[in-house]
């Protein structure tokens, strides 16, 4: 009844929820420890055009290097209810949640401190790794 999603988006979803429950409770039930680790930001833009070039023919550098987080979270919004609706039945399951690396109270962030966080829309470079890696302490 009216997810508001196409009707094949719809049924991908249903079937992603109902696999990751089958898939928690499997593991769960074999006493394995479960950590899911949410998305990174998809950027809006492609991130090189957040980088100085000495020569550039058609646009401006991107200033801020930096989307909205509203978009950010408006974009992930079917996948992040779905693993909180199906993770409230498995205790055990540790969540990672990658954005406060990555996103302010406004924006999500492609560049930081001059340091590319992406090398395509929604792919990680080393710098981009780095910032989640202090947080990786399960």
């Known amino acids: 009844v009216g997810s508001g999603l ?5 049924h991908n979803w249903t079937m992603f929820e109902s696999s990751l429950d089958t898939t928690l409770k ?3 039930q074999a006493q394995k420890r479960i950590i899911i680790i949410e998305n990174v930001p998809t950027l809006s833009f492609n991130p090189k055009e957040c980088l100085d070039r000495p020569l550039r023919i058609a646009s401006e550098m991107r200033e801020p290097c930096a989307m909205l987080k509203t978009k950010v979270l408006a974009d992930q919004k079917t996948y992040r209810e779905i ?3 199906v993770t409230q039945k498995y205790p055990n399951v540790i969540i990672f949640d990658p954005l406060p690396e990555f996103c302010d109270n406004e924006y999500c962030f492609g560049k930081i ?3 590319a966080l992406y090398s ?3 792919h990680l470079t080393d710098d981009g790794v780095k910032r989640l890696a202090p947080r990786y302490n399960f």
């Open 113 to 115: 401190d001059g340091k």
């Open 120 to 122: 395509d829309r929604n």
């Open 6 to 10: 196409p009707p094949s988006d719809a």
């Open 26 to 28: 499997m593991l769960t």
């Open 83 to 85: 693993i909180g609706r």
